[in-house]
């Protein structure tokens, strides 16, 4: 069974301040993970896909890299705006259907002024 | 209109009330599914629709009964919902390949009574 465990599951930043959220997973054949951004009230919004070991991807002050176990978004200098909270999700070879993902529980990412 | 619509946006039913969601998507896609979304829990896939054929039903409760009668509608038919089925209701759309993004509407907010 495929799993996928997101840390922290909150963090509060200050305005400038970098860091990264973490996504780690056990999959039977990775065939893609996923990130999204939720704001409140929302439904999740597509950021990233990657799909193999060493790949990254960049949108504006978000980077997302791939290892055999985790990713990372790294968050370089954050807005206020960039407050939401981030879902990792795995697509994977194994199961019965395609297309199935497996989402984290999510990192609330509070950025302070 | 673009991208995937979901109403109503927030539903009150008592639980014997029988209701319906509903959601579109003008993505092109041939792939749709539901989702739910608890407090504190990650996304829960509910079922999968591919060319407007189940292809997967998370073992949800009967109480819960999708209909797609194309591959841009599809619907969630409530009935006879128990409080613990109170939570965001997610559709989502993609491509029919393992590896495409998922893009989500804006959830249907259910509270029941």
């Known amino acids: 069974e495929d799993q996928v465990t997101q840390s922290p599951e909150a963090l509060r930043l200050q305005e400038g301040e970098s860091s990264s959220l973490n996504c780690s997973y056990t999959?039977?054949?990775?065939?893609?993970l996923f990130w999204y951004r939720q704001d409140p009230g929302k439904g999740p919004e597509f950021l990233f896909t990657?799909?193999?070991a060493g790949e990254e991807k960049e949108k504006e002050r978000l980077k997302a890299t791939l290892t055999k176990k985790e990713s990372f978004l790294h968050i370089t200098a954050p807005k206020p705006e960039d407050s939401a909270t981030y879902l990792c999700a795995v697509s994977s070879a194994g199961g019965t259907s395609y297309g199935k993902l497996t989402f984290g529980q999510g990192t609330i990412l509070t950025v302070h002024p | 209109e673009t991208g995937v619509t979901q109403t109503p946006r927030h539903l009150v039913m008592g639980m014997t009330n029988k209701k319906s969601l509903k959601c579109e998507q003008h993505?092109?896609?041939?792939?749709m599914y539901w989702y739910k979304q608890s407090a504190k829990k990650p996304l829960e896939l509910m079922f999968v629709y591919n060319f407007k054929e189940q292809t997967e039903n998370n073992s949800v409760p009967s109480r819960f009964s999708p209909e797609c009668p194309n591959s841009s509608h599809l619907f969630l038919h409530l009935h006879t919902l128990q409080p613990e089925d109170s939570a965001l209701y997610l559709c989502?759309?993609?491509?029919?390949?393992?590896?495409?993004?998922?893009?989500f509407g804006d959830g249907t907010r259910l509270s029941i009574l």
């Open positions: 990657l799909y193999s």
């Open positions: 993505l092109g896609h041939n792939a």
């Open positions: 999959v039977s054949g990775l065939r893609g």
């Open positions: 989502a759309s993609s491509h029919n390949r393992v590896n495409q993004p998922q893009h």
